[in-house]
């Protein structure tokens, strides 16, 4: 009798198991997320860790959180007697609020509150994951424009200083890559991943100069910053200002904390520029942007830092 309980499957044992593996997975792929560079980053370089891309890595905790999730349920049901029991008293046999069940309702309440507000030690932690995911950003790996790989070639070549669209196809064809005036609107990060190389390495022979943005890059500020002809279109006419990598964690320091929490309204009025004015041109940019806004929420609609927010409306911030 024994040897066929010892045969039998135990579910209760096996969702125990396979939620703690389950569990473990989810910490192991979120503390690998807390190191990855941001999104614009990632994808322009092909950051990997562990041959796998920041887009694999997010792919999996998204499983591992689902299944663990599932399997917890699972668990749940499995011992749901033993834990109602435990909540019980043992002398009336009702329900009643044991101090470890109260704490530990306190406990998550305490890091809500904490995160949202932004005290201490909640914000220290925030601001050391902006750290490391900003120090991953070096000048000779960043893109003329948050996510160019996701921009059509032509698209490319308008943010782009000293380097016009015909001089980017001839480079890349004096390389072997099949590109022409005909299908300038392919993907950059698409022809990327065809000719087998990452953006920023198709990038650097596009402009012919493998130090090309080696200290600065050229960024777009529309109506605000100095205008330039001699787009594809011979029409257009866009500010483009340079700026160093220090200048990102200019004013308001280095986590955007600052300005950052800020809405468009209140900066704008500081600034003492039009809001209405502001929006078109963050509008023009890529950035998604209301009166009520948080200049942090504005960065984050575009991939971006705070600080790309200041030096699109305020081109004198250095």
Not at 207 to 233: D, L, N, P
Not at 297 to 312: N, Q, T
Request: proline content about 4%.
């Amino acid at each position: 009798m024994d040897k066929e309980n010892n045969k039998k499957f135990k579910w209760r044992a096996f969702t125990s198991v396979l939620a703690t593996v389950f569990f473990a997975l989810m910490a192991f792929t979120g503390f690998i997320l807390f190191l990855t560079p941001p999104g614009r980053v990632a994808n322009w370089t092909g950051w990997t860790l562990i041959a796998l891309t920041k887009h694999q890595w997010g792919g999996l905790h998204i499983w591992f959180g689902l299944l663990f999730i599932i399997t917890s349920a699972f668990h749940l049901y499995f011992n749901w007697k033993p834990l109602v029991s435990y909540f019980k008293d043992k002398v009336s046999r009702s329900f009643a609020m044991r101090a470890e069940w109260i704490i530990a309702l306190i406990i998550p309440a305490i890091v809500f509150v904490g995160t949202l507000a932004e005290i201490k030690p909640f914000s220290s932690l925030l601001a050391l994951n902006d750290a490391i995911k900003h120090s991953w950003e070096t000048p000779n790996k960043r893109a003329p424009i948050p996510h160019a790989e996701s921009l059509s070639l032509a698209s490319v070549s308008e943010y782009i200083q000293d380097v016009n669209l015909e001089t980017m196809v001839a480079n890349l064809k004096a390389k072997g890559i099949e590109v022409s005036l005909d299908n300038i609107d392919v993907v950059f990060g698409d022809l990327a991943e065809a000719s087998g190389m990452t953006p920023n390495q198709l990038f650097k022979i596009a402009v012919g100069q493998s130090g090309y943005y080696s200290s600065s890059f050229a960024f777009c500020a529309s109506e605000q910053g100095a205008g330039r002809a001699g787009s594809r279109t011979g029409g257009r006419s866009q500010g483009v200002r340079q700026k160093s990598k220090a200048d990102s964690h200019s004013k308001g320091g280095g986590s955007g904390r600052g300005f950052g929490r800020m809405t468009l309204r209140q900066f704008c009025a500081q600034l003492d520029i039009e809001i209405n004015a502001s929006i078109k041109t963050l509008n023009n940019l890529g950035f998604a942007a209301t009166p009520d806004m948080t200049v942090r929420a504005i960065a984050d609609s575009a991939g971006v830092h705070p600080s790309e927010v200041r030096l699109a409306l305020d081109p004198e911030a250095h």
